[in-house]
């Protein structure tokens, strides 16, 4: 008995550190990180799946430039994915603290019983197989923040896209070039503010938004 015993608890101290390895490594940084980067994510990958082809025209030597910041502060649908993003970080964080709780404790009664000695073999070994169940489900919501993570960046790769996408059709030929600004890294040091259409941009790229919405329901 006292050599199970033993087995199991070197089981289970290999399988404390790696939950709570889990834990710091969620309330940390990683998703934090990402949650950071919400502002620049969204929009479904199908709808920016379909590619607009940019046509040529005669140039009209106009330039205009979109703040990138305000339209990420003012745009529908970031603001919708950025809810959704936090709401699944949430719930995935509470889900783990409450798994850790809960496995820190029945590692504590596991290791009283044992040391007392008095308890089934039988009893130990469930109780074992249920603090290891725990860390299994710990390692699927670790899996379930990883998805998180990537779902953020395909989602912001895919808003790139639409963005571009809707700027062709937006545009048509008024202006040669649309550049991007942004304080935090600003490719363009100056411009003259009679150039910005960011204003322009983010009410039809709202409406268009709000219409898409519509449609879906």
Do not use: C, H
């Amino acid at each position: 008995m006292n050599k199970i015993i033993i087995g199991v608890n070197v089981v289970l101290l290999a399988a404390v550190g790696f939950l709570f390895y889990k834990v710091n490594k969620l309330s940390g940084g990683e998703v934090n990180q990402e949650e950071a980067k919400t502002k620049e994510m969204p929009t479904p990958a199908k709808a920016a799946d379909i590619v607009i082809e940019q046509k040529g025209n005669t140039p009209t030597g106009k330039i205009a430039y979109v703040n990138i910041d305000k339209l990420n502060n003012e745009s529908l649908e970031i603001k919708d994915l950025e809810q959704e993003a936090k709401r699944r970080k949430t719930s995935l964080e509470a889900s783990m603290e409450n798994l850790s709780r809960e496995y820190q404790k029945n590692v504590e009664e596991y290791q009283t019983s044992a040391k007392a000695g008095i308890a089934p073999t039988s009893e130990l070994e469930t109780k074992a197989k249920y603090i290891q169940s725990i860390e299994k489900q710990a390692q699927n919501k670790q899996l379930q923040m990883d998805e998180l993570t990537m779902d953020l960046n395909d989602k912001n790769i895919a808003f790139q896209k639409t963005i571009k996408n809707f700027l062709i059709k937006w545009n048509n030929g008024k202006y040669d070039y649309i550049l991007s600004y942004s304080e935090s890294l600003p490719t363009m040091l100056l411009g003259n503010t009679a150039l910005e259409v960011t204003d322009d941009v983010i009410s039809e790229l709202n409406k268009e938004y709000k219409d898409t919405k519509t449609k879906k329901k």
